[in-house]
Nanobody, 117 residues
Framework: QVQLAESGGGLVEAGGSLRLDCVVS????????LAWYRQAPGKEREFVAA????????SYADFVKDRFTISRDNSKNTVYLQMNSLKPEDTAVYYC??????????WGQGTQVTVSS
């Protein structure tokens, strides 16, 4: 059973930075595709960024391009989301997700990010 544990959320002022970490256990980390999603109050969960299992290809939602960076360290079973130039509209619970094939099958519990104006 793959388990994911996010950390690194918190309160930050607009324009600030945070780095989210997600430690993955119970699976072959290098074989997993990984992603970050977020859910703001009253809104549906939305895609933020993804990184392929080979670590080479990444993709981003348009609203975070050039501000957020996803990366992974296969030696530490960890995926990261570096968030810069944060905006109040980035306030949400951020979730880490993992997949082997098409759908993201495993999810973490989430970490709260709050950006004050």
């Amino acid at each position: 059973q793959v388990q994911l544990a996010e950390s690194g959320g918190g309160l930050v002022e607009a324009g600030g930075s945070l780095r989210l970490d997600c430690v993955v256990s119970g699976g072959t980390f290098s074989a997993l595709g990984l992603a970050w999603y977020r859910q703001a109050p009253g809104k549906e969960r939305e895609f933020v960024a993804a990184i392929r299992r080979n670590g080479g290809a990444t993709s981003y939602a348009d609203f975070v391009k050039d501000r957020f960076t996803i990366s992974r360290d296969n030696s530490k079973n960890t995926v990261y989301l570096q968030m810069n130039s944060l905006k109040p509209e980035d306030t949400a619970v951020y979730y880490c997700a993992a997949k082997v094939t098409i759908d993201y099958r495993w999810w973490g519990q989430g970490t709260q990010v709050t950006v004050s104006s």
